[in-house]
Structure formats: structure tokens, C-alpha cells
């Protein structure tokens, strides 16, 4: 497949986080970019060029919303494919433990809210790369 400008659709690589807190609530983010814009997901976002998955979630995590954490274990991986969007997206998600750091909106443009839900408590409206985690949790 190619795009409007005739540039070959390849898959890009993504990392998220499911991040619990002591009494079992899940951080999650309300989007603000596609994919996905005005849906709840886990945090995370793109692996850079030469950057390791681990790498690329423990930056993502710090980047968005200020949090200093751990690999736990890895989770799941979900897809999204959107041929409407010219996106196709490969996820790779983690279990992450917080070591430091508090909670803080730090990309306001990219995300519109990040708050703390109760896993029988959560939005309707979630990212599909984020529906996984919760088949698995």
C-alpha cells in the first residue's frame, strides 16, 4: 500500500505501560492525536531508531507523564491497523512498577487529561491498542 504521496505504509512500532497504583487503579491518558484522538489509553508512544523496547517505554513514561518506572513483565502486544488513517501501528505492552516520580500532564498537547480508574470502574471509550490489556490483566 502506498499513501496519497505515494510513500510505501509501513507497520511502526509502539511500546505502553499498564501502570498500577497501590489500591489496583490503572493510569490511563484521554488522546489528544490520532490514532485515536478522544479516547483513553495506557501511556506510551513510538520506539525510536536504535532504542530498545525497554528504552523506548521508560522514556515514553517519563516523557508523558513524569513517572520514573520499571519493567515488571511484558504483557501483551495489540495492532492497530487503519487503512482509512494510513496508519498501521504494532504495540508492545508492559507491566511497569513506579521507583519515583509523581503524576504530571507533561505533553498537554498530545494528551487532553491523565487520570487514575478503577479497573471495574473504567471509560466506555478506550483505545483499541489499549481493549487488550484488560482480555489479559
Not at 491518558?29 to 479516547?39: C, D, F, K, Q, S
Not at 536504535?50 to 517505554?57: G, N, S
Request: net charge negative; with cysteine; proline share 7%.
Amino acid at each position: 500500500m502506498t499513501t496519497s504521496t505515494q510513500q510505501p505504509i509501513l507497520p511502526r512500532i509502539g511500546v505502553g505501560a499498564v501502570i498500577l497504583d497501590d489500591d489496583r487503579r490503572i493510569l490511563l491518558v484521554l488522546r489528544n492525536r490520532h490514532p485515536e484522538a478522544g479516547t483513553w489509553s495506557i501511556p506510551g508512544g513510538k520506539v525510536e531508531p536504535y532504542e530498545t523496547l525497554e528504552q523506548a517505554v521508560i522514556r515514553e513514561i517519563k516523557e508523558e507523564v513524569n513517572l520514573d518506572v520499571e519493567i515488571d513483565r511484558l504483557l501483551c502486544t495489540a495492532e492497530t491497523v487503519s487503512p482509512e488513517t494510513e496508519e498501521h501501528w504494532v504495540s508492545i505492552l508492559y507491566v511497569v512498577r513506579i521507583v519515583g516520580g509523581t503524576v504530571q500532564n507533561r505533553e498537554p498537547d498530545a494528551l487532553r487529561d491523565v487520570q487514575w480508574f478503577s479497573l471495574d470502574a473504567l471509560p466506555e471509550n478506550l483505545a483499541c491498542f489499549t481493549v487488550p490489556v484488560f482480555e489479559v490483566l
